[in-house]
Nanobody
Framework: QVQLVESGGGSVQAGGSLRLSCAASRTFFVINTMGWYRQAPGKQRELVAIITGGGSTNYADSVEGRFTISRGNAKNTVYLQMNNLKPEDTAVYYC????????WGQGTQVVVSS
């Protein structure tokens, strides 16, 4: 079963930056589509950004121009560079891998203070 491990969350002041990382293990194949979702307290989980193996990306309107998703050189890794963070970006961020079923990481907390 695919396992996803995220890292890089933390606390930062508004306007700051963070970089999230996610690595998939227990895979013998390349995962085509990976991405990031987030869930703020009291809200539903929402898409942040998705990237395909070919490099096509899709971003939530709220993060367009501030966040950048990328694939790593290592197989089945994905990153999320978050710049100009805002308090409304505070959430638990989850890495996802889209296969026949969706796999999820355990989440990493991001807190942005004003």
């Amino acid at each position: 079963q695919v396992q996803l491990v995220e890292s890089g969350g933390g606390s930062v002041q508004a306007g700051g930056s963070l970089r999230l990382s996610c690595a998939a293990s227990r895979t013998f194949f390349v995962i085509n589509t990976m991405g990031w979702y987030r869930q703020a307290p009291g809200k539903q989980r929402e898409l942040v950004a998705i990237i395909t193996g070919g490099g096509s990306t899709n971003y939530a309107d709220s993060v367009e121009g501030r966040f950048t998703i990328s694939r790593g050189n290592a197989k089945n890794t994905v990153y999320l560079q978050m710049n100009n963070l805002k308090p409304e970006d505070t959430a638990v961020y989850y890495c996802t891998a889209r296969l026949a079923t969706d796999y999820w990481g355990q989440g990493t907390q991001v807190v942005v203070s004003s």
